[in-house]
């Protein structure tokens, strides 16, 4: 077994002795930084890799810290002034993952980079810690290479505000296959029903 399937191992088992240290010496390091830090190197080099990053030029880490829970509905006072059917205001949850909020965040502070995938490095009782891998398409080291010079095409500027990445398509419902995605056939659920009951009149029939 190679070094990174050692990792890999040490990983899964978050239960270890080994590990729960380290997560929680971590936390605490984490809380005292800011919301989004930059790192100089990813805390899961074997995830990272995985997921697409080189340490090489034109590619970036950066960690960010989202509040965990679900969303409160915005309403002053709770008062929603309609059916009783609209009137929650605490337990409602946002339509997305916090790993796709992170990935937005992530792509808000760093501009001019493109967001290429994240994964999860620590929790605690008030946030989840992700890690969040940017590639500047602007380099000429991204540019010249043709393993990842397709996310330079503009068609990917915030493709994680679209839900274009990984996480991104795991909310949309996008992660199934065969028969059992039938109903997200064209992009969405909503998408493949209004395909489905938009009557096409052609001119010449």
Request: glycine share 8%; hydrophobic share 30%; charged share 30%.
């Amino acid at each position: 077994m190679g070094a990174y399937k050692y990792l890999e191992e040490i990983w899964r088992k978050k239960q270890s002795d080994a590990l729960r240290f380290l997560l929680r010496v971590r936390a605490w390091e984490y809380r005292q930084g800011k919301k989004i830090q930059k790192v100089s190197r990813p805390t899961r080099t074997d995830k990272a890799h995985k997921l697409g990053y080189k340490a090489k030029q034109g590619y970036s880490v950066f960690r960010v810290a989202v509040r965990r829970g679900g969303r409160k509905r915005p309403n002053y006072k709770g008062i929603v002034h309609g059916k009783p059917k609209n009137q929650g205001i605490n337990q409602l949850k946002y339509a997305r993952n916090l790993r796709a909020v992170a990935e937005e965040r992530a792509g808000r502070h760093a501009m001019n980079m493109r967001v290429l995938n994240s994964y999860w490095v620590n929790q605690d009782a008030t946030y989840k810690y992700f890690e969040v891998i940017c590639v500047d398409p602007s380099h000429v080291v991204i540019r010249n290479d043709p393993r990842i010079n397709w996310i330079v095409a503009p068609v990917h500027k915030h493709r994680e505000r679209r839900g274009l990445t990984s996480a991104g398509k795991k909310h949309r419902g996008l992660r199934v296959k065969g028969h059992r995605a039938n109903n997200t056939m064209g992009g969405s659920h909503r998408a493949a029903w209004k395909r489905r009951n938009t009557q096409n009149m052609r001119r010449y029939r």
